[in-house]
């Protein structure tokens, strides 16, 4: 039986997020027996992205302005370059994630998913990685940016891509069961 029966975890993101980002670790999590709620800016359904493409989309379960930190074991940010760009710019969103560091909740970002991180100002003196082509706003926000396939520092897990899904589902399994 796995650690994660029963634990509720919150999946945030918006459209433009990267398919392989958000359904590979929302399946595994799954599998493991968590149950995972997408939450989003808006109601309804959003949209992937994938290879550059308009793809799928994912039904929403709550917005943000309607989930409660309370709720949750953990937080996943699947990443993509429209998808951290919207929830970043989202008051709501951006104090729902920095709660879960504020309650010391497990916290997994990969890809473009830091982003989100910088705007909640909760990277500063943190070791982590993401997508190579934001490691410089990561360390600008004091970051501790490092070029490896998953990261854990504290509460927090990153990982840099698509190709490193293995490895942060994972790690993101052990640190969200314990």
Known sequence: MSNLNNKKIAVLAAD?????????????????????????????????MKDHEWSNSVAVDKTV?????SDYDALLLPGGVLNPDAVRADKDAVAFVKEFFTAQK?????????????NAEVVKGVKMTSFKAISKDLQNAGAE??????????????SRKPEDLPA????????FGK
Do not use: M
Request: net charge negative; with cysteine; aromatic share 4%.
């Open 106 to 118: 497990p916290v997994a970002a990969i890809c473009h998913g830091p982003q989100t991180l910088i």
């Open 168 to 175: 942060f589902n994972r790690r993101i399994i052990e640190e």
């Open 145 to 158: 940016w490092v070029d490896e396939e998953v990261v854990t520092d504290g509460n927090l897990t990153t």
């Open 65 to 69: 302005s309607d989930a409660k930190v």
């Open 16 to 48: 433009g997020y990267e398919q392989s980002e958000l359904e590979s670790p929302v399946e595994a999590l799954k599998k493991e027996g968590a149950i995972v709620e997408i939450i989003s800016l808006k109601s309804g359904e959003i949209k992937a």
